[in-house]
């Protein structure tokens, strides 16, 4: 699930940007032509301190660090990397000199310490609020300097300062602050577009693509159709919508490994998805093999846990049959007292094996996934019933009913996991919806929230995973590949290693600096 999902439905499907861009391009457009982005979800705000792009991709804003396609951190309005002290709980920033916001003012310390000020401050109720708790205090002793103070020692710290800075006292609501990022925001017609001109002042350099619309279609045909009728620019599709682009002319397609998987998120108080049998036998069951080989198109890999094994902190215990075990499931199910009914579906103690599975209505991808994984588990006597749902209709149901859930960072294990399988967060939204609760678990991750020992917070991190995996918290199906289709073939494009928000993250983290093809 992403913190920016989507908000709105379209109010129509074609012809939406003709007022907002030129005729379709072929390749990089020149100056004053816009290039529209096609994207699935809307942005629930456009405010870094209320959860915008915290990780970095936003465009409008610049982090005091920002992070490189191979995951390394760069200075971005730091000057250089920060020096931390010996006991690990103050790290210091020094600004870059001649910064400034779209609107002209400088950026200095003082915005700093407003921005992560306004973050923590309880009131303000900012939803990655709990990812920076470590912080003690922020201070701007001159303009040029800012001081961390931590509560402990936080080895994830630095990479949490990809967080856009924003002026001091800037509002957290309406039109959003100005940033000092290579965009400046232009307008926002909500369920349809958000427009942004380049930063001609951008310490880093004017992008060459000077106008940008980010375009928002829900469902994934509707975004293919209007790649090809040359409404976008580029655009992010699952792999076998993508399929039809590969060898057009002028069209380019990226496949780009991730962290993001999908799994089954499962509501642990009910009676059927709260027995830890009934999960097993299910991931038993499932073929993932074939998941990836027809719904993926092969652009993904199995998966079975909640960090990517094209991680360092992966546990490689962590694993199974990528084409499942059937006739394990069934002799799981078997002993544990679920027998087979006349219509095939198990029965223990008079209730059915049976359980509502969720997914979003427009993302055909899940219903592709939901689909398979009905069909595998009524072969071992399980009944899954599935609902197409938008968003607004799922998030009510979630501690009843199962859902095609995604997550997944290859980023410090902290990030993601903390809210997922804290039982502080149980229940709270697209975190821990299902309500996990293991104090180990709860040990394990604050351990390796607080320590500054990488041996210990790597061993922590594989426990964790081992845990996760044997208490089957959810389902784990697929990790995928993002696919990019882009107009042209412009230089500059890096791909890197996606996590699971990818909105204007992942390959467009850097559209700033593509240039046309020569």
């Known amino acids: 699930m992403r913190l920016a999902r989507r908000l709105a439905t379209l109010s129509a499907v074609f012809g939406l940007l003709t007022a907002a861009c030129s005729a379709p391009t072929t390749g990089t457009p020149a100056p004053g032509d816009a290039f529209v982005i096609g994207l699935s979800s809307e942005f629930d705000t456009l405010n870094p301190v209320m959860g915008y792009s915290p990780d970095g ?12 396609p191979d995951l390394s951190m760069k200075p971005a309005l730091a000057a250089t990397a920060p020096v931390t002290s010996a006991d690990g709980k103050t790290v210091t920033f020094t600004l870059r000199e001649g910064v400034k916001f779209h609107d002209g003012r400088p950026v200095t310390a003082a915005d700093v310490e407003y921005t992560y000020e306004a973050l923590l401050e309880e009131a303000n109720n900012s939803p990655i609020r709990g990812d920076y708790t470590a912080i003690e205090e922020v201070a701007a002793p001159d303009a040029k300097t800012v001081v961390f103070t931590l509560k402990h020692p936080y080895a994830p710290l630095v990479q949490r300062t990809t967080l856009g800075v924003v002026p001091k006292g800037s ?3 309406g039109d959003p602050p100005p940033g000092a990022g290579p965009y400046r925001f232009v307008s926002r017609t909500p369920g349809d577009k958000i427009v942004l001109e380049g930063n001609r002042g951008y310490w880093a350099g004017a992008p060459a693509i000077t106008r940008l619309v980010l375009a928002f279609a829900e469902d994934d045909n509707v975004r293919a159709a209007r790649m090809s009728a040359g409404e976008f620019d580029a655009t992010i599709l699952p792999p076998k919508a993508a399929a039809r682009f590969d060898g057009q002319p002028d069209i380019t397609v990226h496949r780009v490994p991730s962290a993001d998987y999908r799994g089954i998120m499962f509501p642990l108080k009910q009676p059927v998805t ?5 999960r097993r036998a299910l991931s038993l069951a499932i073929d993932r093999g074939a998941m990836v080989d027809t719904i993926l198109a092969g652009a993904g890999r199995p998966a079975f846990g909640p960090v990517s094994p094209d991680t360092a ?3 490689p215990e962590v694993t199974g049959p990528a084409a499942g075990d059937p006739e394990a499931a069934r002799k799981l199910l078997q002993d544990a007292g679920w027998k087979a009914g006349d219509d095939g579906i198990r029965v223990k103690d008079g209730r059915r094996a049976e359980f509502s599975l969720m997914y979003p209505a427009g993302d055909t991808l ?7 994984v009905a069909s595998d588990a ?14 607004d209709a799922i998030e009510p149901r979630m501690s009843e009913d199962a859902l095609i859930m995604g997550w997944g960072s290859p980023y410090d294990p902290d990030y993601v996991n903390y809210e997922l399988f804290h039982s502080a967060y149980a229940g709270k939204g697209f975190f821990n919806p299902g309500g996990y609760a293991n104090p180990k678990v709860d040990e394990l991750l604050e ?4 320590s500054g020992d990488e041996a210990v917070r790597r061993q922590v991190y594989r426990d964790f995973q081992k845990i996760v995996h044997d208490d089957e918290v959810w389902t784990y199906l697929v990790f995928l ?3 990019y289709v882009i107009r042209g073939n412009p230089a500059g494009v890096r791909p890197g290693v996606d996590a699971h928000e990818h909105a204007t993250g992942g390959l467009f983290r850097d559209i700033h600096t593509w240039r046309p093809a020569s």
């Open 274 to 278: 709260g027995d830890r049998t009934i």
């Open 378 to 391: 009524r072969k071992v006597g399980v009944d899954v019933r599935l609902a197409g749902l938008d968003w």
């Open 481 to 483: 590949k993002h696919v």
């Open 313 to 315: 902190w992966h546990n």
């Open 57 to 68: 991709g936003s465009l409008i804003y610049e982090g005091l660090m920002s992070r490189e």
């Open 366 to 372: 899940r219903k592709e996934l939901a689909l398979a």
């Open 171 to 173: 509002p957290l609501t």
């Open 447 to 450: 351990t390796g929230r607080a």
